[in-house]
Each structure stands twice: as structure tokens, then as C-alpha cells.
């Protein structure tokens, strides 16, 4: 399943609109509309409070692995954690903003390969 059917999916889950979620998110509603039709990825600002928010897994909306939720449960992570669950946040958010650094690079990548394909066809 592409990321956005599965973004789409979490929207519904989460029982949103995708006008409720920009407001929520504080994006716009073309971000919204972009990431539903798969034209573009979610990013950190997306992406992190999605996982600080609502506890969303996002190995599983990025790559499909997993389940939705890191608790395996729809809801939001308790502002009273203790100090251990919130260093666990951080890394995870670390590792979150390695991530996207990855996915960010990977596409210019293939953005300077469609550009040289489409040099050498002329």
C-alpha cells in the first residue's frame, strides 16, 4: 500500500477531515490534499505531531512496517510521562528527522537522474 492510502487511512481512523487535520496540524489544506493524492511526502512538520500527538507509528506510514500506532492503540501519547518516555520521543523524533533527510535526498537523487534521462533524449 503507497504511503498516501495509508495516510488516508490514518485520517479516517483518527475520525478527521482533511480540513480538521490541516487545522490540527497547522498545514495547509493543499498539503493535505497533496499527501492524499501522493504527490508529495509527509514531512517533519507532518510527521511530528503525528507521532507526538497521536502516538502514530511512523515506520508504518512511511515504509508499511508495523502497526499504526506504537501502542498499538488510537491514542494520544499522556503529557505525565515519565522522563524515560520522553527521551524515548526524542530519539524517535531523531530518528524520524534522519529519516526524512534520507527520503529528502533520495528524491533529488532521482531528480537529477529523470533531469540527465531527459538531457540524453534530446
Known amino acids: ?15 478527521f477531515t482533511p480540513n480538521s487535520l490541516s ?3 497547522n498545514v495547509t489544506q493543499p498539503t493535505i490534499k497533496k499527501l492524499e493524492k501522493g504527490e ?7 510527521l511530528i505531531p503525528l507521532l507526538e500527538r497521536y502516538n502514530v ?5 512511511l515504509g508499511g512496517q508495523g502497526k499504526m500506532f506504537l501502542d498499538g492503540e ?5 503529557k505525565t510521562d515519565s522522563s524515560n518516555s520522553r527521551n524515548s520521543t526524542c530519539t524517535d523524533v531523531k530518528l524520524l ?8 535526498q ?9 533531469s540527465m534521462l531527459e538531457k540524453n533524449q534530446k
Not at 508529495?40 to 512538520?45: I, Q
Open 57 to 61: 507509528n511512523i515506520n508504518w506510514l
Open 23 to 25: 487545522k490540527e496540524l
Open 1 to 15: 500500500m503507497p504511503v498516501n492510502e495509508r495516510f488516508k487511512e490514518l485520517i479516517k481512523v483518527l475520525s
Open 97 to 104: 528527522n534522519d529519516k526524512i533527510a534520507l527520503l529528502e
Open 74 to 78: 488510537e491514542s494520544s501519547i499522556d
Open 40 to 46: 508529495t511526502l509527509p514531512n517533519a512538520k507532518v
Open 106 to 114: 533520495s528524491i533529488k537523487d532521482k531528480e537529477k537522474l529523470i
